[in-house]
């Protein structure tokens, strides 16, 4: 019985740990001739000035003929592609919680993690939800809102990994679920610059 409950876990953490391996598409080849050359180079360039520009360009380039050239378009895909990546993780994660052969310790863990990431999911949603209202006359008020709200998103995927530092955990668990979350935060990170460029040059434009 006991042999059956940890097999039914470490399927659930093949699961997990194949679906980790899909996030980060690097499929970017043929876009440039959908959407054009002049999108994915504005992609690229954006991009150079994240914390990880890899990431950044992969995860937002077959998205190059919605973007086009437009800074907003870019700052509000890479909130998008972020909340979906946080709601799948944290998705999977609770069903891996609920499997059977996991120890008492590594239960707790997850369910903490999957907390973290349900608030971190919300401060993006109301992100996305400021992204779309914003105006001239309150854009220096609302886009401090959402720069408050993805930092406070970043803060809560790096909280979410605290529970997967104690050596009770299973070393592959551990890997797996850090992985996943730090690809998230990742993300994260590269939607804030993105924001915060848009943030600078659109402050300029409202000032001359």
């Known amino acids: 019985m006991e042999g059956s409950s940890s097999n039914h876990f470490l399927a659930a953490l093949l699961i997990l740990l194949a679906f980790t391996s899909y996030t980060n598409p690097s499929s970017a080849a043929g876009v440039g ?98 992204m779309n209202e914003l105006k001239g006359s309150n854009f220096g008020f609302m886009v401090t809102d959402i720069q408050t709200w993805v930092s406070a998103a970043l803060t809560d995927e790096d909280t979410c990994t605290d529970g997967f530092t104690s050596q009770a955990v299973n070393g592959t668990l551990k890997a797996v679920v850090r992985g996943r979350i730090m690809n998230i935060a990742h993300l994260t990170s590269n939607a804030l610059a993105l924001i915060n460029s848009y943030a600078s040059s659109t402050r300029l434009v409202w000032e001359i």
Not at 40 to 52: A, G, L, V
């Open 33 to 130: 001739a959908v959407a054009g050359k002049s999108s994915t180079e504005f992609i690229k360039t954006s991009c150079s000035s994240t914390t990880y520009p890899k990431l950044c360009y992969t995860s937002l380039s077959t998205h190059a003929s919605a973007i086009q050239t437009s800074p907003k378009l870019l700052a509000h895909t890479a909130l998008s592609v972020t909340l979906d990546t946080a709601q799948s993780t944290s998705a999977m994660m609770l069903r891996l919680s609920q499997s059977h052969g996991m120890k008492p310790r590594e239960v707790a863990a997850m369910r903490d993690c999957v907390e973290e990431l349900s608030d971190s999911v919300e401060q993006l949603r109301k992100s996305i939800g400021e």
